[in-house]
């Protein structure tokens, strides 16, 4: 089970760390990927990690504002948003991905990750 924490209503000066939870799984044994689906909009790729932590991918809206993270001795995954902007509003999902080999196509691919948290709501206002 993937639970993800921390969301809620943020300033756009402000800053927000949203925090994905395992249970029941091993994290290190997982990609992690963050996705957010704005309302009437698509789920979209956000950023992603590898197993390992050696390898990040982000979106290029995100880039230089939102940073990826894990502690997979805490079983725990993170996305920490600075200088967040009212399109940054959606609710924001973790999943994550097992496979071995590992892409950037992958990574920014939904249907590539096999479990899902419930997301949870995060509001920029300006």
């Known amino acids: 089970q993937l639970v993800e924490f921390w969301g809620g209503l943020v300033q756009a000066w402000g800053s927000l760390r949203l925090s994905c939870a395992a249970s029941g799984r091993t994290l290190s044994t997982y990609n992690v990927g963050w996705f957010r689906q704005a309302p009437g909009k698509e789920r979209e790729f956000v950023a992603a990690?590898?197993?390992?932590?050696?390898?990040?991918y982000y979106t290029d809206s995100v880039k230089g504002r939102f940073t990826i993270s894990r502690d997979n001795a805490k079983n725990t995954a993170y996305l920490q948003m600075k200088s967040p902007k009212p399109e940054d509003t959606a609710v924001y999902y973790c999943?994550?991905?097992?496979?071995?080999?590992?892409?950037?196509?992958?990574?920014?691919?939904?249907?590539?990750?096999?479990?899902w948290g419930r997301g949870t709501l995060v509001t920029v206002s300006s």
């Open positions: 990690v590898s197993r390992s932590a050696e390898i990040t």
């Open positions: 999943a994550v991905d097992g496979r071995a080999f590992w892409s950037k196509n992958y990574a920014q691919n939904p249907a590539a990750y096999e479990y």
